[in-house]
């Protein structure tokens, strides 16, 4: 254990002299960066097919071929910003109509005294709260995939965290931190592990004793060094009241209950429209809509003051959409090139002279570093994977594993890559800064990894399939 603690330490200060611009600038100045690659990097592209099983365009392994450059100037990359936003129009209207939503809860008051009944109820034993939060956007990670969710929940975690004498770097630990884990550990997550395998062509749900094995694991370090963190940075005199002085914490009402459990089944039905219905965003941000709207009726805001509420939530997620389509940004640059497709065959070509467990380790490492040019894990997959799959089977390595080393290279980089829009606004609405994070995980991360890669061996030993 002191071993550990020794490693995490020494990663640690090789990071800590590192400091970060604005988000804003830190994405524009990579947008830049990957429109520099196109006069580096030939361009090339794989031939498409749509997949027989799931409908989707996914690449013809080994039809990769040189294709005509195209360079990306100054002005075309600044042009993929807004290009970037249209791209990603979906989610961006997903963060608004929750950030709404969320500031319509918020103004009700229920959340706040429901914050002050939690908080009093946790008096003397503040810690067991890290276990709970954690457990519970894990949950969410697990089940949907849970990232751009999570912002509009970012000024409730701060007042909690705040309230229990904790720093904002514990707020985004146990609220993404705990969720990016759940989703790249998941048995089930429909947007990594379930389109994986369906692109891969592998039963639905195989799998899953294997994987809940390790994600329990995961879980259970990043709950304990959460805890550990916390305890250890606890500040006693950040514990504030409530309300504003002078004025008393009221109890909780039948409204604020009916509110809680309103909130709490929208989350449910959200899970049962993306596994059973097959939702997209467009669905979810309708559910949200519709929460906000029976909140503030509940809440005994009226038209007028749910109106309000949902305009005040639109301001304050502006910020956090920005970040979303610069992140895209850097996609569309490269995609524009034609050298992600480059990219793709540079990493995963060379695995095929590694050994089985290698390939396998080689195979999760690639993904991650991929992951920062491709943010989208569904659409990481339907990539690589064609690619992977008939490689795989050339090398006698199981599609099963194939998919672990997927999911936990992309889904576990979630955690440090810039280009992950939904990370940056958790951390800009946190008031965190990047690099601070970095310092907090990057030895975590590198635990994790390394993990994955324990799982990955052991799935090779077993002939996991």
């Known amino acids: 254990m002191a071993s550990l603690s020794v490693f995490r330490a020494g990663v640690a200060r090789r990071v800590r002299g590192l400091r970060f611009p604005h988000p804003l600038t830190l994405l524009t100045a990579a947008i830049i960066a990957a429109a520099a690659l196109s006069y580096v990097l030939p361009a090339g592209e794989y031939d498409l097919r749509e997949h027989p099983v799931t409908g989707q365009t996914v690449v013809v392994p080994g039809t990769y071929h040189e294709v005509e450059a195209n360079r990306i100037g100054p002005f075309?990359?600044?042009?993929?910003?807004p290009r970037g936003m249209a791209d990603r129009a979906d989610v961006v209207f997903l963060i608004f109509l929750i950030g709404g939503a969320f500031a319509v809860f918020d103004a009700t008051g229920a959340l706040r005294r429901g914050i002050g009944w939690l908080v009093g109820a946790l008096k003397g034993q503040e810690i067991l709260a890290i276990p709970v939060v954690c457990l519970a956007f894990a949950a969410g990670g697990v089940?949907?995939?849970?990232?751009?969710?999570?912002?509009?929940?970012?000024?409730?975690?701060?007042?909690?965290?705040k309230r229990l004498g904790y720093s904002p770097m514990v707020g985004v630990a146990v609220s993404a931190g705990s969720a990016f884990i759940g989703s790249a550990f998941s048995p089930i997550n429909p947007f990594q592990v379930v389109t994986a395998q369906r692109v891969a062509e592998v039963p639905l749900g195989s799998g899953t004793g294997f994987r809940l094995v390790f994600l329990a694991i995961a879980l259970g370090l990043w709950i304990w060094w959460t805890m550990r963190y916390a305890a250890r940075t606890r500040v006693e005199s950040e514990v504030e009241p409530l309300t504003e002085a002078g004025e008393s914490e009221a109890a909780l009402t039948w409204r604020d209950g009916t509110?809680?459990?309103?909130?709490?089944?929208?989350?449910?039905?959200?899970?049962?429209?993306?596994?059973?219905?097959?939702?997209?965003?467009?669905?979810?941000?309708?559910?949200?809509?519709?929460?906000?709207?029976?909140?503030?009726?509940i809440g005994r805001l009226g038209v007028t003051g749910t109106a309000q509420a949902y305009a005040e939530g639109f301001r304050s997620m502006g910020y956090a959409a920005l970040l979303i389509g610069f992140a895209h940004a850097i996609y569309v640059v490269m995609d524009d090139a034609r050298i992600i497709d480059t990219i793709v065959r540079g990493l995963f070509i060379p695995l095929a002279e590694l050994p089985l467990a290698l390939s396998a380790i080689g195979m999760s490492a690639a993904q991650g570093a991929l992951h920062f040019a491709v943010p989208s894990v569904s659409g990481q997959a339907v990539l690589t994977l064609p690619v992977l799959v008939p490689l795989s089977d050339l090398l006698g390595l199981s599609r099963q594993i194939t998919i672990l080393a997927y999911q936990y290279g992309a889904g576990l980089c979630e955690l440090i890559t810039p280009t992950n829009g939904a990370l940056m606004a958790i951390l800009a609405a946190s008031g965190v800064r990047y690099e601070s994070w970095l310092r907090f995980v990057i030895p975590r991360y590198l635990l994790l990894m390394a993990l994955g890669a324990a799982a990955l061996v052991i799935a090779v030993a077993i002939g996991y399939t």
Do not use: C, K, R, Y
């Open 76 to 81: 075309e990359a600044i042009v993929a910003i």
């Open 143 to 161: 089940t949907e995939n849970m990232q751009e969710e999570i912002i509009p929940l970012v000024p409730a975690l701060m007042l909690l965290t």
């Open 259 to 297: 509110i809680f459990a309103i909130v709490s089944s929208t989350f449910g039905i959200l899970v049962w429209g993306l596994l059973v219905l097959g939702w997209d965003f467009d669905h979810m941000s309708a559910l949200f809509f519709i929460m906000g709207i029976v909140v503030g009726i």
